[in-house]
């Protein structure tokens, strides 16, 4: 079975607010996550990514939170822009050594009304 | 830097046909991945290539799928005879090398409808 899901399928939320997406894995030996954006029509681009050593990553807008103790992801956006609409997966490698096999949770996507 | 080609965007087809979908890479990107992506799931990897060998084709279903890489660069996965699950978005994607520290570039995906 999958070893990535999303509790949420559908986060809405308004103009400016923080959107937190959740993800969680059942593989304790992944050590790489990615996170993608998905727009309608388009294939994943990289957004975020964060090895198993860490526990936070920032980026412009986005932070990534993993607690490695309940195997779980977390993406938040900051101030969230309707452009952000769109579908996002987190990705497990479970390659090891440093090679990159992903494996895609389901998604989420992400409503910004303006 | 042009970004990863498809073709053909859109492909319908009757159950029990044959398809075949074309990727062109980056220029240089030595990995190239084919992946599946069911209406409302994540991309499930089928086939990741260095260069024009496989490096992993675990969830490929062989009996009916497949794909080659012969000169390295170009890509084509095929589907012979095709069910009518196996409609999806079929995405290419390419990096510069296998390993997980190179960022990887996906393609617009083609959309396949078996009838």
């Known amino acids: 079975g999958e070893s990535v899901g999303l509790h949420l399928p559908t986060l809405s939320v308004q103009e400016g607010d923080n959107s937190i997406i959740n993800c969680a894995y059942s593989n304790s030996a992944s050590d790489y996550f990615i996170w993608y954006k998905q727009e309608s029509g388009k294939g994943p681009q990289f957004i975020i990514d964060i090895r198993s050593n860490m526990d936070k990553r920032q980026g412009q807008r986005v932070t990534v939170l993993l607690n490695k103790t309940v195997k779980h992801l977390s993406l938040q956006i900051a101030a969230t822009q309707p452009g952000d609409s769109a579908v996002y997966f987190c990705a497990e490698n479970l390659g090891g050594g440093g090679s990159y096999i992903p494996t895609f949770g389901r998604g989420t996507s992400l409503i910004v009304h303006p | 830097e042009a970004g990863v080609a498809q073709s053909p965007r859109y492909k319908i087809i009757e159950k029990r046909q044959s398809v075949a979908f074309w990727c062109n890479p980056i220029?240089?990107?030595?990995?190239l991945y084919w992946y599946q992506q069911i209406l409302g799931q994540g991309p499930k990897l089928l086939i990741q290539f260095q260069n024009n060998g496989v490096v992993d084709d675990s969830q490929l279903p062989k009996d009916r799928f497949s794909a080659e890489r012969l000169k390295g660069v170009d890509s084509t996965l095929k589907i012979q005879p095709a069910k009518l699950e196996d409609s999806a978005v079929y995405l290419c994607?390419?990096?510069?090398?296998?390993?997980?520290?190179?960022?990887?570039?996906f393609g617009p995906g083609t959309r396949l409808t078996v009838l």
């Open positions: 994607a390419s990096s510069p090398t296998f390993l997980d520290t190179d960022t990887q570039y």
């Open positions: 220029s240089g990107h030595a990995t």
